[in-house]
């Protein structure tokens, strides 16, 4: 059985090498045609490299073994040989690619691909990590806006701090008056005694002049509320009399000073209090830091207001206003629209209303 097996395939070894190749076929039907190269390239559209490479037997293996096949059997035809029969020794004459190799090929390239992927994963990742960083570290960042407004809202608030605050005239004046009754009580008390030991040493027999000057202790104490009265008339008394001028010591005429200061004091208290409050319209086209109280020091208004308000405000005259940002302020007093470009230059503000 084996000595059978093996003269069958030493006699297929021998009919295979007698077989022709497709090359030479073609080779030689060519030259008994008498065409050359060139002429069968032209006419199947090839290119001579490609004739000469069918006739060596040479396949190219760029090229897919299909196309080569379509080549032949074209070549055949125009040679006018049996197209199937050359195409047939064509396939015989060359084997195939073992399948192994493709499947071990393909094995590889999976292999790298899935090397690749993991690599294309881990560079995914840091990627997202610093994006996420850089976004965490923007949200984090103030805004230029707030470190620019940040300083000027505590300059502002520093020099409102500093800012002289009017005193009501009212207050003022009613501490003058108290101040002024007890100081004039206690000189009243003090010029009775002075008078009572000087006067009859150096004036005898004028009892007139010394009762019409000093005073009763009793009426002293009992009438020290009402000093204010009781100081006008001995001022008039000494203007008239030289003689009781004379008489009169330091501390009658320091009494008499103080009860005409007390009297001026007076009459521009009553003229304060009688003031007719003013009203106001304050319109922000920009937050603006404000501080605005009335002559009796009453705080109107304080702190930042918000672009778009229009504050409506009462106050009695004159007004202290204190602007952050004059330039984005619009101002009205009882309906009169109040100029102050002279203010708006970009600085802090201080005025008094009406202007």
Same mark, same amino acid.
């Given at each position: 059985?084996?000595?059978?097996?093996?003269?069958?395939?030493?006699?297929?070894?021998?009919?295979?090498?007698?077989?022709?190749?497709?090359?030479?076929?073609?080779?030689?039907?060519?030259?008994?045609?008498?065409?050359?190269?060139?002429?069968?390239?032209?006419?199947?559209?090839?290119?001579?490299?490609?004739?000469?490479?069918?006739?060596?037997?040479?396949?190219?293996?760029?090229?897919?073994?299909?196309?080569?096949?379509?080549?032949?059997?074209?070549?055949?035809?125009?040679?006018?040989?049996?197209?199937?029969?050359?195409?047939?020794?064509?396939?015989?004459?060359?084997?195939?690619?073992?399948?192994?190799?493709?499947?071990?090929?393909?094995?590889?390239?999976?292999?790298?691909?899935?090397?690749?992927?993991?690599?294309?994963?881990?560079?995914?990742?840091?990627?997202?990590?610093?994006?996420?960083?850089?976004?965490?570290?923007?949200?984090?960042?103030?805004?230029?806006?707030?470190?620019?407004?940040?300083?000027?809202?505590?300059?502002?608030?520093?020099?409102?701090?500093?800012?002289?605050?009017?005193?009501?005239?009212?207050?003022?004046?009613?501490?003058?008056?108290?101040?002024?009754?007890?100081?004039?009580? =206690?000189?009243?008390?003090?010029?009775?005694?002075?008078?009572?030991?000087?006067?009859?040493?150096?004036?005898?027999?004028?009892?007139?002049?010394?009762?019409?000057?000093?005073?009763?202790?009793?009426?002293?104490?009992?009438?020290?509320?009402?000093?204010?009265?009781?100081?006008?008339?001995?001022?008039?008394?000494?203007?008239?009399?030289?003689?009781?001028?004379?008489?009169?010591?330091?501390?009658?005429?320091?009494?008499?000073?103080?009860?005409?200061?007390?009297?001026?004091?007076?009459?521009?208290?009553?003229?304060?209090?009688?003031?007719?409050?003013?009203?106001? =319209?304050?319109?922000?086209?920009?937050?603006?830091?404000?501080?605005?109280?009335?002559?009796?020091?009453?705080?109107?208004?304080?702190?930042?207001?918000?672009?778009?308000?229009?504050?409506?405000?009462?106050?009695?005259?004159?007004?202290?206003?204190?602007?952050?940002?004059?330039?984005?302020?619009?101002?009205?007093?009882?309906?009169?629209?109040?100029?102050?470009?002279?203010?708006?230059?970009?600085?802090?503000?201080?005025?008094?209303?009406?202007?």
């Amino acid at each position: 059985m084996v000595a059978e097996q093996q003269t069958t395939e030493e006699a297929g070894l021998a009919q295979e090498s007698t077989v022709p190749s497709p090359g030479k076929m073609l080779r030689e039907r060519r030259e008994s045609l008498g065409l050359t190269q060139q002429q069968i390239a032209d006419k199947l559209f090839l290119k001579v490299t490609q004739i000469n490479a069918l006739e060596e037997d040479a396949v190219d293996k760029t090229t897919s073994i299909t196309f080569t096949k379509g080549y032949v059997r074209n070549y055949a035809k125009q040679l006018g040989l049996n197209a199937e029969h050359v195409v047939a020794a064509f396939e015989q004459y060359h084997t195939s690619v073992e399948p192994p190799a493709k499947l071990q090929s393909f094995s590889r390239r999976v292999a790298k691909q899935t090397h690749d992927d993991r690599w294309m994963m881990v560079t995914y990742i840091i990627l997202l990590l610093i994006i996420g960083g850089i976004v965490a570290w923007w949200v984090q960042q103030p805004s230029d806006e707030a470190i620019v407004e940040a300083p000027n809202l505590e300059k502002i608030k520093e020099e409102a701090a500093n800012t002289p605050i009017p005193q009501a005239t009212n207050r003022t004046n009613s501490g003058v008056l108290n101040g002024a009754s007890t100081n004039t009580a =206690t000189s009243t008390n003090t010029g009775t005694d002075v008078q009572s030991t000087a006067l009859p040493q150096s004036i005898d027999g004028n009892s007139n002049v010394n009762n019409s000057v000093v005073p009763s202790p009793s009426n002293s104490q009992g009438n020290s509320s009402n000093t204010d009265d009781e100081s006008l008339p001995p001022s008039a008394g000494i203007n008239e009399s030289n003689n009781l001028t004379a008489l009169v010591s330091d501390s009658d005429s320091g009494e008499i000073r103080l009860g005409s200061q007390v009297a001026s004091n007076s009459s521009s208290s009553g003229s304060q209090s009688g003031a007719v409050p003013i009203s106001m =319209t304050f319109t922000f086209d920009d937050d603006c830091w404000v501080n605005i109280k009335d002559a009796t020091g009453e705080a109107i208004a304080y702190g930042v207001k918000q672009s778009g308000r229009v504050m409506e405000i009462q106050g009695v005259p004159p007004v202290a206003v204190t602007l952050g940002k004059p330039d984005n302020v619009r101002i009205s007093v009882n309906g009169d629209p109040v100029d102050i470009t002279a203010f708006q230059n970009g600085q802090i503000a201080r005025f008094s209303l009406p202007m």
